[in-house]
């Protein structure tokens, strides 16, 4: 079965730092695509960047960028200049095909402080 | 685009009881996964349902079921709540490829 692992439950940046989330995840398919989730107070889960694991090129998104390590099979988020709005729980995703379609496997979550 | 709805926002039942949820997709979303979120657990699959055919189920109990009508929208019953089944449910629509859009969820409190 596929897991998801992230090691760090808190985190915290300063504004305008940056800062970078770890996730980890186990699977033996050849075919999937890894996500970031951000889930704010208001509870509304939120697709930050998404990552197709045949592609080699790390995803990037305005000032969100992932670290995709597939041997390795680690997963992290770079979240540069950090704002106030970027205060929230990150959840680290899993998707593959086959009979897992439609299924996402989600890590614990970070919680993701933002000091001014 | 609207994005994905969920009826009712807030739902207080008791123990014995049943309830469903509703979720409207996305416009020309097919697919629509559930999701229960706890803090003891974090965030587990429910099921998957894609033109009104169940094609991924996780570990839960009978007790859990779902459908999905002709236009997308889907529905999932709890039966026989018990105290345990306190949590947010959230519905999420995909337009056929890997990433899913959720809805605003429904937090169901069981007493």
């Known amino acids: 079965a596929q897991t998801v692992t992230q090691s760090q439950p808190e985190m915290s940046v300063q504004e305008a730092e940056t800062v970078t989330l770890s996730c980890t995840y186990d699977?033996?398919?050849?075919?999937?695509?890894l996500f970031w989730y951000k889930q704010p107070p208001s509870r509304q889960m939120i697709l930050v960047i998404r990552q197709e694991a045949y592609k080699q090129q790390n995803a990037t998104e305005n000032r969100f960028s992932v670290n995709f390590q597939k041997a390795a099979k680690s997963f992290s988020l770079k979240i540069s200049d950090s704002q106030l709005g970027d205060a929230a729980m990150y959840f680290c995703a899993y998707g593959a095909g086959g009979t897992s379609y439609g299924k996402l496997t989600f890590g614990q979550g970070t919680i993701l402080t933002v000091h001014p | 685009k609207a994005g994905v709805t969920q009826t009712p926002r807030y739902l207080i039942k008791t123990r014995g009881q049943q309830v469903t949820l509703s979720c409207s997709p996305i416009?020309?979303?097919?697919?629509v996964s559930w999701y229960q979120q706890t803090p003891g657990q974090g965030l587990q699959f429910l099921f998957e349902y894609f033109s009104e055919t169940q094609r991924n189920k996780g570990n839960f109990p009978g007790r859990f079921s779902g459908r999905q009508f002709s236009n997308s929208r889907s529905e999932m019953n709890v039966s026989t709540l018990e105290l345990g089944d306190s949590a947010l449910y959230l519905c999420?629509?995909?337009?056929?490829?890997?990433?899913?859009?959720f809805g605003p969820g429904t937090r169901l409190t069981v007493t």
């Open positions: 416009s020309g979303h097919r697919s």
């Open positions: 999420a629509s995909s337009p056929g490829t890997f990433e899913q859009y």
């Open positions: 699977t033996s398919e050849s075919d999937y695509y």
